[in-house]
């Protein structure tokens, strides 16, 4: 099942405690969706909408989350990749176990790319999974959400327990864990994330990267991404 960005008027995740997977609508996605609905109507695409792709790679690194970025990879690396992704999101899982591996390797480690990550929570349960990632110590925050894709399938059936044994690995306490998911200013700030990438950069579903400026669409095609990646080195003769 797709996502489906949850109601602007939810703000905290107030039925984590007791939350199940939400039942999500089919989402219309994709770049080609988005374009060909914005040409039928007469309006540039997102991406046209926010200039050419420097400008938007721009945009998007000045857009930083009022409560920090994430970021692995040098900063000063020829190609920047960013991700808005879900924790519940079932193509987000698939990204992080079978493609994400082998970029982190072969691109971020080897100072290609500067891979920076986004929440962009598509139910409360989503929410409260990121606010707990973002209470672990911050060298743990990057193992967490591997941790939370990979058992992703386990947590979800059991959110509470499941996922406070998995930051309970990472370093924070049942009590610590339990006071973070009230923190309304963390769960507001995350939510502003997920408000301003749909306003203004087009980002209607997960996952969403874009690379160097450049939207992928890594629900339909997550080998997209590196072929991105590929493309982005060989134009700057870097490959």
């Not at 602007?8 to 089919?26: C, D, I, W």
């Amino acid at each position: 099942m797709e996502t489906e960005i949850y109601p602007s008027n939810e703000t905290g995740p107030s039925q984590f405690r007791e939350a199940q997977v939400m039942t999500l609508n089919k989402r219309q996605f994709g770049s080609l969706a988005l374009a060909a609905t914005a040409s039928a109507l007469g309006l540039p695409s997102p991406v046209q909408a926010a200039g050419d792709a420097a400008s938007l790679a721009k945009a998007l690194m000045e857009a930083v989350p009022p409560h920090g970025e994430r970021a692995l990879g040098d900063p000063k690396a020829p190609v920047t990749m960013i991700e808005y992704a879900s924790a519940t999101c079932p193509h987000c899982a698939e990204f992080h176990m079978k493609v994400w591996p082998s970029i982190k390797e072969d691109y971020v480690e080897k100072g290609k790319v500067l891979f920076v990550f986004r929440e962009f929570p598509t139910d409360q349960l989503a929410l409260g999974a990121f606010m707990l990632a973002r209470c672990v110590p911050q060298d743990k925050y990057f193992e967490t959400i591997d941790m939370m894709f990979l058992q992703q399938k386990f947590w979800t059936k059991n959110p509470k327990v499941e996922l406070f044994n998995l930051v309970g690995e990472m370093g924070l306490s049942a009590i610590d864990a339990e006071a973070c998911i009230t923190k309304q200013e963390l769960a507001t700030n995350i939510k502003s994330v997920l408000d301003k990438a749909n306003k203004d950069f087009g980002v209607k579903g997960t996952p969403t990267f874009f690379v160097n400026g450049t939207l992928l669409d890594g629900h339909e095609d997550p080998a997209s991404v590196r072929k991105g990646i590929d493309a982005e080195l060989a134009k700057l003769g870097q490959q």
